[in-house]
């Protein structure tokens, strides 16, 4: 079942003129718009993103208003699904990171280490590398090195030589087969309070979807889209995430790039945006009892200035 995280949240800050130009990244399962589309007028416009044609036909039908547009794509090519007229009048934009409901919950799709499914963790199974070519294809070297960086993962070494072994014999093919690998390469006194492979997995579900990199790509071109006054909006699930996020609102924020030891600034350099979060907005208790899943989602929001 899709719940939206931090609904209310998100509602507060990426509605503006109920008749103006919405922007939703990452469509999912569509409770986020679902919302939206209630408070705004029948001439308002909207471009709904999914990079996951399976989630967008599923969600397309339980959406109705005239001025919707859903487009099958990634994110990170923003700037392609907008036409002239509609680039730099964005009210609102809104990036829902990580994976969607509907994704977590079809088996088939190989994103959970607790049900036997193809190792694929594709979000757009169009694309041609799974997360089984990740595994029995990489090096020890490479392989670690991602189940650090991605998962961060203490003990990404000894998997990836785990994995790396266990593929001598047999290639890695299943989600339950490479959890178990997982699991034998971690002491067991840390395997208690959350399983083991939840990490890795994360890991290897970034890679697979470049995930890091469309953010880093989309984060200008969403600036680029707003209007004036228009803000952006966008949930996190992990720290790499919100890292890269509250990096960039940071940067657009500065209000001076003179060289730390320079008396007076003289650069006159004008910030693009406003930080309207200055600390994550976070769930609450109830929300948390109702939706396990939004434990982790942290809400950033930022308002563009005009640049005079």
């Known amino acids: 079942m899709h719940i939206p995280v931090l609904r209310n949240e998100v509602i507060k800050y990426w509605l503006g003129d109920p008749h103006g130009f919405y922007i939703d990244c990452t469509l999912g399962g569509g409770g986020h718009l679902r919302e939206l ?4 007028s029948a001439d308002a ?68 280490y607790h049900e036997e499914a193809e190792l694929d963790m594709r979000m757009n199974r169009d694309q041609p590398i799974k997360a089984s070519d990740l595994v029995n294809q990489l090096t020890q070297e490479e392989l670690s090195r991602i189940i650090f960086t991605y998962g961060e993962e203490r003990f990404a070494r000894q998997i990836a030589r785990a994995i790396v072994k266990y593929r001598e014999d047999r290639l890695i093919s299943t989600t339950l087969e490479l959890s178990s690998i997982i699991k034998e390469a971690i002491p067991a006194r840390y395997r208690r309070d959350k399983h083991p492979a939840r990490r890795t997995f994360q890991a290897l579900r970034i890679a697979v979807n470049q995930e890091l990199e469309a953010l ?31 990096k960039f609102f940071a940067e657009q924020a500065r209000t001076c790039v003179c060289p730390p030891r320079q008396p007076v600034c003289n ?17 609450g208790e109830v929300e948390l009892t109702i939706n396990p899943r939004a434990r982790s989602a942290k809400l950033r929001v930022a308002r563009k200035i005009e640049v005079l």
Do not use: W
């Not at 589309?37 to 705004?40: D, E, G, R, V």
């Open 45 to 112: 416009q909207i471009l709904a993103i999914d990079k996951d044609g399976e989630v967008l036909q599923e969600t397309a039908p339980t959406l109705a208003h005239p001025g919707l547009r859903l487009v099958h794509g990634d994110f990170k090519n923003l700037d392609q699904f907008l036409t002239a007229e509609e680039q730099g009048q964005a009210e609102g934009i809104l990036m829902d990171l990580g994976v969607s409901s509907f994704q977590l919950d079809e088996r088939e799709r190989g994103f959970s």
């Open 37 to 40: 589309l209630q408070h705004l």
């Open 267 to 283: 650069c006159n350099y004008r910030p693009s945006l406003e930080v309207v979060t200055r600390k994550a907005i976070l769930p």
């Open 216 to 246: 880093e790509a989309s984060l200008p071109q969403a600036v680029g889209a707003l209007k004036p006054g228009g803000r952006l909006c966008i949930i996190t699930f992990h720290s790499l995430e919100d890292r890269i996020v509250k």
